[in-house]
């Protein structure tokens, strides 16, 4: 069993930047990936970053690229999302989610979260936690 808790959420301005953090605890030795998600009101669930946990390779949902970073700490067993240039349409609450499968594309392992479908692979959900972008 895997918990995960996310911190970091908050208001700010279009143009700022806010870092969100998600600690595991329990088994998460057993999870591949570690990943990002967010749902905006009256939208459905989006994701947005994930990151191969043994391999640290990454990636990113187009609407995020370029602006967002995931990144982890094995060690302290959480992963981070730094979130840099936000706009409005950022706002949501945000999961951390720990599971996922690997994708390869020759030697290139990654995680996934950007495709329909991805969000059924991660078996542990974090709470949630608020993300208000004001223009």
């Known amino acids: 069993q895997v918990q995960l808790v996310e911190s970091g959420g908050g208001s700010v301005q279009a143009g700022g930047s806010l870092s969100l953090s998600c600690a595991a605890s329990?088994?998460?030795?057993?999870?591949?990936?570690m990943a990002w998600f967010r749902q905006a009101p009256g939208k459905e669930r989006e994701g947005i970053a994930a990151?191969?946990?043994?391999?640290?390779?990454?990636s990113y949902g187009d609407s995020v690229k370029g602006r967002f970073t995931i990144s982890q700490d094995n060690a302290k067993h959480t992963a981070y999302l730094q979130m840099n240039n936000l706009t409005v349409e950022d706002t949501g609450t945000y999961y951390c989610?720990?599971?996922?499968?690997?994708?390869?594309?020759?030697?290139?392992?990654?995680?996934?979260?950007?495709?329909?479908?991805?969000?059924?692979?991660?078996?542990?959900w974090g709470q949630g936690t608020q993300v208000t972008v004001s223009s």
């Open positions: 989610a720990a599971g996922g499968r690997l994708f390869a594309e020759g030697s290139h392992y990654y995680c996934r979260t950007h495709i329909p479908g991805d969000d059924s692979e991660y078996n542990y």
């Open positions: 329990g088994s998460v030795e057993g999870s591949t990936c």
């Open positions: 990151i191969y946990i043994r391999g640290g390779s990454t």
